[in-house]
């Protein structure tokens, strides 16, 4: 009796050679494709599986460069919808604030005041001119 994994053991028995003689027959290639991707070795392996991935990324990073050189305006209204920083209370002042690393709270924060908004487009302690940008 051939030696069985234990996926097949289930035709142990009476007739379970041509049993599985008949499913092989059935199914000749998904067996072994299987078993392949099973190990994480499929076609690609994982050097390839993790150079696509880097390829990938590298791809998503010049598109969104190339956007933001095409429309400088688009990152300010999008910083806009995207949710602030959680604070239970305003700072008081942008000083401390920008030490702790915080900047351009929103307006529906329980951190923002609007003595912190100088120019009242609803975020306050905005970055300095020029700080984080390409």
Not at 25 to 37: D, I, T, V
């Amino acid at each position: 009796m051939a030696v069985h994994d234990t996926r097949t053991r289930r035709l142990e028995g009476h007739g379970s050679e041509e049993g599985l003689i008949r499913l092989r027959n059935r199914f000749p290639a998904a067996a072994p494709r299987a078993r392949l991707w099973a190990r994480g070795r499929g076609r690609l392996g994982d050097l390839g599986r993790g150079l696509l991935m880097v390829y990938w990324l590298g791809c998503v990073a010049v598109i969104a460069i190339g956007v933001n050189r095409i429309y400088p305006d688009l990152w300010p209204r999008v910083q806009r919808v995207l949710p602030g920083p959680k604070l239970e209370q305003p700072f008081p002042d942008c000083r401390a604030a920008h030490a702790a690393g915080v900047f351009n709270i929103p307006i529906w924060s329980p951190g923002y005041t609007s003595e912190q908004d100088g120019d009242r487009d609803g975020r306050a302690c905005e970055p300095p001119r020029g700080y984080g940008t390409f």
